[in-house]
Nanobody, 122 residues
Framework: QVQLVESGGGLVQAGGSLRLSCAAS????????MGWFRQAPGKEREFVAA????????NYEDSEKGRFYISRDNAKNTVYLQMNSLKPEDTAIYFC???????????????WGQGTQVTVSS
């Protein structure tokens, strides 16, 4: 079993930046694909970014390309999401999750954190 704890959310003005962290404990974190998802009020959970356990492959949702950057430090069992040029529509609860596959589908991720709130004001 793996436990995931997100942090780094908060309130930021449009155009600002935030760096989210997800600390993992439990099973072999370094062998897992790590993903970030988000869920806005009244909307379904959507894919944001994913990174393979080697860090060599990354994938981003189109609206985040060039603004968000995912990285990981396996020695620290932590994955990061650097978010720049934030927009009000980025407001959501952000979740990290693990999967044995490099995938954008939430159903393929089998462990989830509790989420961290990101609010972007206009």
């Amino acid at each position: 079993q793996v436990q995931l704890v997100e942090s780094g959310g908060g309130l930021v003005q449009a155009g600002g930046s935030l760096r989210l962290s997800c600390a993992a404990s439990g099973r072999a974190f370094s062998r897992e694909t790590m993903g970030w998802f988000r869920q806005a009020p009244g909307k379904e959970r959507e894919f944001v970014a994913a990174i393979t356990w080697t860090g060599l492959m990354k994938n981003y949702e189109d609206s985040e390309k060039g603004r968000f950057y995912i990285s990981r430090d396996n020695a620290k069992n932590t994955v990061y999401l650097q978010m720049n040029s934030l927009k009000p529509e980025d407001t959501a609860i952000y979740f990290c999750a693990t999967s044995p596959r490099f995938t954008v589908y939430a159903s393929d991720y089998d462990a989830w954190g509790q989420g961290t709130q990101v609010t972007v004001s206009s």
